[in-house]
């Protein structure tokens, strides 16, 4: 996946994490701190207006410590990314069973939760 290649490439760049293997289980880069990061993203186009980012999988085991969300716009311009602690994650997504995950839209109501922190501007420098 093209989108979420980058993704996890411009936000380990971005934020000063370390991207993990592919086999890291339930998160994709850590911090100096060993705090853990899962990256999800989605591309939106004229023809796909979703902003639904992939599912994220065992939500209540507690593998990863941030989700870190990103949507682009169709030129892969950052149009907004938030750093979303684990906890606050059920707040705002819903487990869909014919998925075996959690799915969650990136839309403005994500920032208005106090825990949440934008992190467009880092993303975008």
Known sequence: NPTGDYAE????TALGLTLETNSAKGFDATDSQGLRYQIKSRRVTPENKS???GVIRNLDGKDF?????VIFNADWQ??????IPHQVGPLLATY??????????????VFD???????SHELRS
């Not at 869909?96 to 109501?109: F, K």
């Not at 939760?113 to 992190?119: I, L």
């Open 96 to 109: 869909r069973p014919h998925v075996n995950g959690h799915t969650m839209h990136l839309r403005p109501s």
């Open 113 to 119: 939760n106090p825990s949440v922190e934008d992190v």
């Open 65 to 69: 410590d941030f989700l870190v969300a």
């Open 78 to 83: 950052v149009r907004c990314a938030a750093k």
């Open 51 to 53: 902003t639904q980012l």
């Open 9 to 12: 490439w411009l936000v380990s």
